[in-house]
């Protein structure tokens, strides 16, 4: 239970074509999401929206969409723009949470260039593109760490096409890793609440800062803001945070992201263990060590 | 080819003995392969001295594998192929066409190995002389030096009368070494998705195989699942004669059993590949695999030749099946658990029919089975069993808590998850494995492996108490000081973790601001050889600690068991 509330808190996660899109173990992010509600409290309802089904924005509180393979891909696009596409938009420009994840991020870009075949439309939610270059490029597979508001996220990404951004800001600087396209280092998009990202493995388990935030954000959103800060949670706020970079030098980052304030702290010593483990595979080694360091607060 | 190689067998072979009981039935067997136009035209063997260059290939491939072997370079299994086919590329051809009952192929995602041990097992009992390759060498150059090892320096093969080779060949490998081995059976098993990273989508697959089947000569067979429907698809564009099996029991429909898990299995295949619709099932047994048809134009399951029409799960040593094949009925006992391993002996049945052999053999071989390496294998260790059971993808590991998890029996567990090549470097499968069914029925649990504490995560996410698990993760934190303000002996550290230990202090030395507490458990232990320890440690005597292991986790459980002196070297088992 949040601090400050007496009503019991309900959320619904829209999850775009669970049936289609769940190759790269998306049902984690779910499993994840409802799992850290149930612990506060919240009850986290789960809808699927499969192929037919229209999307009716107020009846949702979060949306998800993971990757799937691309031919059952390019057969979800049509039903993407007609079936869901109002009102995807509608939710995206009213600031709802959304989780897009590989193929699900490249549908909200502007289009799918396969390496044969004609290009496949996207919702063009993101400023950005993607390009397949064609078997003889490799794909990009592997763990990845990238920085994304003074902290870090882990995963695994496993993507053929390489996503271009046009204006739309990336959700984080790749440390190690490919990326969006493997050159710019870029790894994701951002627009409004919308997040697009490459990284599996699942993702919010291993992040579990991020998806606290995305929890926060819908009860921020349903239940008005601000939620009252509860005296046992930890606010490092705006601390300057001193991180020692792999050459030796120091950087200083400010901390802009605030902590998840509002949600009762879980025990997530196992969760940080896994996400700082993945950061020294990575060769990461002060920034698995921030990482341990942050969850002890 | 035919024509240039030698196509007689060589003379020791005539002077064997023991062939006169049963030339009768194995020559009847015999279906030459008519392969001879297609290679006139092609001419791709040197027109003079074939074997002579044959046999330099075999002295020069065999010299490489045993220079690696006492180098310590490895097994020096796949470099003896490698090295052959560089002096002669067309050895294995020359080689192949040698063996006088040709090639079985087995392919797909699961089962390639159980199925190609029933096999073997079976036309071992029906007198033939078979041939494998090894474990894990599915690729081309495995095949290749299955072959080469068993040649002679003049280019021959070894005892080739009566011999027939059973390839277990790599889903993606498998046009290749069709084309270049013409086999007389194709057997597919199934298609899931399985390392990711590797293979790409599930559905390039199946485009491989397609091609696959198009190089194959019209005289071939192919055994294809009628329950996948990705498999039997592949029956359709194939000239040649194509016999299905599949399970026919409706008791073991998934869509009637009320358990919620269940019904969370992912799904690789759901759309009809002629109209894009999705398919609808009857019956399903488990992931798609089950009674399917189209709605939209009626494509639909194929009827199997080869039926399971009832399956009786005897505990987890045997299941009991009746197989029934046009008129005939008879049961078959199968000496494993598992509804998996119905096909895997379905399809292993289908294609001893498919080679004309009997009923005895077939119902001999497979009940006097020995499960092959890993799968179900049996280990006693300090008057404790150990049952090693693979699981490399989702369906694998789902199929496995559900033969594990199906009665209420509390369960001693070893999870031992790795990411290394062979594995797969994506475990975001893990995800879609239904972990859920053994929250709160495991009485030890110990979670290993490379990406030990992923799996732990996932495990806790399915609500399995952490309280409940041990988990010993390969090596340690560079960062977690308590580790290294203990000695390696104490723990038992590997190499590696020591060596990681020796970077940890200096670290600490270096950056004293580093030696905050971490949060990691102080008692936390490293290194499969403490896994297996405590898994072992916490069973007690006269009960079953079940091993579930990806593949690499397999051979490094292996070898932890060799220096135990608990099980052979595996490539000293019976198959080679």
């Known amino acids: 239970m949040i601090p400050g509330f007496t009503q019991s808190l309900t959320l619904t996660l829209g999850h775009l074509y669970p049936d289609q899109l769940n190759l790269y173990g998306d049902r984690g992010n779910i499993l994840t999401l409802r799992r850290r509600c149930q612990l506060r409290g919240i009850e986290l309802r789960v809808v699927g929206l499969g192929v037919g089904d229209a999307l009716a924005p107020d009846e949702y509180d979060m949306l998800f969409i993971g990757g799937g393979q691309d031919k059952e891909q390019a057969y979800l696009v049509q039903d993407l723009y007609e079936m869901k596409g109002i009102g995807l938009w509608a939710a995206i420009e009213d600031d709802m949470p959304v989780l897009a994840v590989c193929g699900g991020f490249q549908l909200l870009a502007h289009y799918y260039r396969p390496a044969e075949g004609p290009d496949m439309r996207g919702l063009g939610v993101f400023d950005a593109w993607t390009i397949h270059k064609g078997p003889h490029v490799a794909r990009c597979i592997g763990d990845i760490a990238i920085s994304w508001n003074g902290q870090t996220l882990v995963g695994f990404e496993n993507h053929g096409g390489r996503t271009y951004l046009g204006t739309a800001q990336p959700l984080g600087k790749v440390l190690k890793g490919y990326g969006n396209n493997a050159e710019d280092r870029t790894e994701g998009a951002i627009y409004r609440n919308t997040y697009g990202t490459y990284l599996h493995g699942s993702l919010l388990p291993k992040n579990p800062h991020f998806a606290d935030y995305l929890i926060e954000l819908a009860l921020q959103r349903k239940y008005g803001e601000p939620l009252v800060s509860s005296a046992e949670s930890v606010a490092p706020n705006g601390t300057v945070h001193t991180n020692i970079g792999a050459n030796g030098s120091t950087v200083v980052e400010l901390l802009t992201y605030e902590t998840s304030t509002q949600l009762k702290p879980l025990d997530d010593r196992l969760e940080w263990e896994a996400h700082a483990t993945i950061l020294e595979r990575l060769g990461l080694h002060s920034e698995a060590t921030a990482a341990l360091r942050r969850q002890k607060g | 080819m035919r024509k240039q190689g030698p196509s007689q067998p060589l003379a020791n072979e005539l002077d064997e003995p023991a062939q006169g009981r049963k030339t009768s039935r194995t020559k009847s067997i015999i279906r030459k392969h008519g392969l001879q136009n297609k290679h006139q035209k092609k001419q791709r063997l040197p027109r003079r001295h074939p074997s002579l260059r044959a046999g330099l290939a075999v002295i020069a491939g065999r010299a490489a594998g045993a220079l690696s072997r006492r180098l310590h370079l490895g097994a020096g299994t796949s470099i003896v192929g490698v090295v052959a086919q560089r002096i002669y590329p067309q050895i294995v051809e020359h080689l192949a066409t040698e063996l006088e009952h040709g090639s079985v192929m087995v392919t797909g995602t699961n089962g390639k190995t159980t199925t190609s041990s029933f096999i073997a097992a079976i036309l071992r009992d029906g007198g033939l002389r078979v041939w494998r390759n090894r474990e894990g060498s599915n690729l081309m150059r495995g095949v290749a030096s299955s072959l080469v090892i068993r040649a002679q320096p003049n280019g021959h ?77 592949l029956g359709a564009s194939f000239e040649g004669r194509v016999l299905y099996y599949g399970v026919d029991d409706l008791s073991l429909n998934l869509l009637t059993q009320q358990n919620a898990s269940e019904r969370h299995q992912v799904i690789d295949t759901r759309t009809c590949p002629q109209c894009g619709s999705e398919y609808s099932y009857d019956v399903r047994f488990y992931s798609h695999i089950g009674h399917y048809h189209c709605p939209n134009c009626g494509k639909q399951r194929p009827q199997p030749d080869v039926r399971a029409t009832q399956v009786q799960l005897d505990g987890l040593d045997r299941l009991r099946i009746q197989v029934t094949t046009g008129e005939q009925q008879r049961e078959i006992v199968v000496p494993l658990p598992g509804l998996y391993n119905i096909y895997n002996a379905l399809a292993a049945i289908t294609a001893a029919r498919a080679l004309d052999i009997d009923w005895e053999p077939i119902s001999s071989g497979i009940e006097q089975f020995k499960p092959a390496f890993g799968r179900g294998e049996r280990i006693q260790a300090e008057g404790k069993t150990m049952r090693l059971l693979l699981a490399k993808n989702p369906t694998g590991f789902n199929e496995v808590l559900r033969t594990l998890f199906s009665d209420a029996t509390p369960r001693h567990m070893l999870f031992v998850l790795n990411d290394n090549i062979a594995d797969g470097r994506d475990i975001s499968w893990i995800w879609d494995v239904d972990f859920e069914r053994l929250a709160g029925k495991t009485q030890t649990f110990v979670v290993a492996g490379t990406r030990a504490l992923d799996l732990a995560l996932r495990l806790k996410y399915a609500g399995v108490d952490e309280e409940d698990m041990t988990i010993i993760p390969s090596i340690p934190l560079r960062v977690a000081r308590r580790e290294a303000n203990r000695t390696p002996r104490q723990i038992g550290m590997s190499k590696r973790g020591m060596r990681a230990i020796g970077q940890a202090i200096e670290t600490l030395e270096k950056h004293p601001d580093k030696a905050n507490d971490t949060l990691i458990p102080s008692t936390r232990m490293y290194g499969l050889k403490n896994a297996l320890e405590v898994a072992l440690n916490q069973t007690p005597v006269n009960e079953t600690l079940f091993v579930v292991p990806t593949y690499t986790a397999l051979l490094e459980v292996h070898h932890e068991l060799e220096q135990r002196g608990l099980t052979p070297h595996y490539w000293e088992g019976g198959d080679t």
């Open chain 2, 157 to 233: 093969l070894r005892r080739a009368g009566r011999a027939i080779s059973i390839l277990e060949v790599d889903e993606a490998a498998l046009p290749q070494v069709a084309s270049v081995i013409h086999p007389r059976i194709v057997v597919f098993t199934n298609l899931f998705r399985d390392q990711l990273d590797r293979y790409g989508e599930v559905h390039s697959i199946v485009t491989h195989w397609q091609r696959a089947v198009s190089l194959l000569p019209p005289e071939a067979t192919l055994v294809l699942n009628a329950d996948d429907p990705t498999i039997a698809q």
